[in-house]
């Protein structure tokens, strides 16, 4: 039996103040083999070029961490994939597929997504056989699949590729989804970070600083709180059982970013995540860091 778990993370990083901490989360975690982070893209919205605004945070956030040369950081697409049947070529894709031929039945690899799935498709599309190997995608991503209410507006990492999320749900790869009934619900305050890691190192400062910047710059209003919304894939990476799953048929997603009947291949959804063990695993680890003090030993 392997003894770490092999991951791979792909982060838009730079469009809210959350990947930030599932990255800092899942490398100061000692059962994790983190392989590479794949900086994404997260549309136009806010910057022309989000996936190189995302590999700046990266870079920073290794600096930070004084692992800058020790992570490997292959840049993913720049852009969604142009139609279902046309893969967007990249190191981060080529990444994804290299450490998926690594992988054995006792040692899968798993590829956390906490934007869009362009990159997993693109893996998909360039190398078919992908799907075949002991490789389990966790994504942060779609509506909850009993959400009744109201429209609204569509869930923000599929809008970024709704084609790449129907490459991967229709391809029977092992998916667990993290939809957006579950991520909003690891919520901190900021009197919680303040209190828990506040000044215990340059980078649980910056973890804080930068979250209060977003919410300033994109929430204005009375706030003091904010998601970390992309934290359960790590938990889920750390301990699977911290989450509740049950599977549903997969579907695809229609323009509007709606279910509709797709492959029916097993897909596992999330419905809760223990936010306990997350957020106080994540704290203490970054008190540990600060404090200069080794992860605690695996045996």
Not at 95 to 119: C, H, K
Not at 134 to 149: C, F, K, Q, R, S
Request: charged share 20%; net charge negative.
């Amino acid at each position: 039996m392997a003894t770490h778990r092999r991951a791979i993370i792909n982060t838009d990083a730079k469009n809210e103040g959350d990947d930030q901490y599932a990255i800092v989360h899942a490398l100061l975690s000692p059962s994790l083999d983190v392989r590479g982070i794949i900086p994404a893209h997260f549309g136009t919205w806010r910057s022309d070029q989000s996936m190189i605004d995302s590999r700046h945070e990266v870079d920073l956030l290794l600096e930070l961490m004084d692992q800058s040369g020790r992570v490997a950081v292959a840049n993913g697409a720049a852009v969604p994939i142009a139609d279902e049947n046309t893969p967007v070529d990249s190191p981060g894709a080529r990444l994804i597929i290299a450490e998926s031929l690594l992988a054995t039945a006792d040692d899968r690899l798993y590829v956390a997504f906490l934007g869009p799935l362009t990159d997993m498709a693109s893996a998909i599309l360039l190398d078919p056989a992908i799907v075949d190997r002991p490789v389990t995608v966790i994504w942060i991503g779609g509506e909850g699949h009993d959400d009744l209410g109201l429209p609204r507006k569509m869930e923000f990492n599929l809008s970024n590729d709704i084609a790449a999320a129907n490459v991967v749900f229709d391809s029977g790869i092992t998916v667990w989804q993290v939809p957006r009934s579950v991520y909003p619900l690891v919520s901190v305050s900021y009197t919680e970070l303040e209190e828990k890691i506040a000044g215990t190192s340059e980078l649980a400062d910056y973890l804080i600083r930068q979250l209060k910047e977003w919410n300033t710059a994109y929430h204005p209003g009375p706030i003091e709180s904010r998601s970390l919304g992309d934290s359960p894939a790590v938990s889920l990476l750390l301990y699977p059982q911290s989450g509740v799953f049950r599977t549903v048929p997969a579907p695809r997603f229609g323009a509007e970013g709606h279910y509709v009947p797709g492959s029916g291949h097993p897909l596992q959804v999330c419905e809760s995540v223990d936010v306990r063990f997350l957020l106080e695993d994540m704290f203490a680890k970054l008190r540990r860091f600060g404090a200069g003090k080794p992860p605690v030993s695996l045996s």
